[in-house]
């Protein structure tokens, strides 16, 4: 009897899986027993199937994009609400500054009209002292201009024209009366 009849053939392991991997010339070659093998074929698409799962829940959350278009919302519309208020105060600093040049013209408008009847007046105190027999000296300080008397109101008032003239109510004498 020969050896190779007393041994039985060779023959691959039913107890073990194995698993070879080659790289160039390199052989490894890894031997698993079926518990390992079954761990490891239930673990590794479970856990692809977590990770998926949970990428997309993710991505697809509706919670998450709403919080974040809601964050973006109103981020536009507190800068749009500081807009406006900038432009608001803008108005408003417009609007008090032709309030203040209004109010400044219309008191330079007051000081000129008050300038000229101011005027008038002293023109009219230097006629009636002129006509009255005052002295020019006594009325130096009012610089006089020339505003004459109608002639049909000296003529009607006083053929004279002396300070009686303003006493008879010509129009000369209401002019004088209505400029105070």
């Known amino acids: 009897m020969s ?19 080659s790289r160039g010339e390199k052989l490894r ?43 973006q ?10 807009i406006a208020g900038m432009r608001a105060q803008i108005d408003r600093i417009a609007s008090r500054q032709l309030l203040d040049q209004d109010s400044v013209e219309g008191k330079v408008q007051s000081l000129v009209a ?15 002292a002129e006509n009255a027999g005052i002295l020019r000296d006594a009325t130096a300080s009012i610089p006089r201009t020339e505003m004459k008397m109608p002639a049909e109101a000296a003529g009607k008032a006083n053929p004279k024209g002396g300070a009686g003239a ?14 105070f």
């Open 73 to 82: 919302t109103e981020m536009q519309f507190a800068y749009e609400d500081r």
């Open 166 to 179: 303003c006493l008879t109510g010509s129009r000369f004498c209401s002019a004088l009366a209505r400029s």
């Open 114 to 128: 008050r300038q000229a009847q101011l005027e008038n007046r002293a023109t009219l105190m230097a006629m009636l």
């Open 29 to 71: 070659c890894f031997a698993l027993k079926p518990w390992q093998m079954w761990t490891f074929g239930t673990l590794v698409p479970l856990v692809a199937f977590i990770y998926l799962a949970a990428t997309a829940y993710l991505v697809y959350r509706d919670d998450m994009l709403a919080a974040l278009m809601k964050r």
């Open 3 to 21: 050896v190779r009849d007393a041994f039985p053939k060779a023959r691959v392991s039913d107890s073990h899986y194995f698993l070879t991997l």
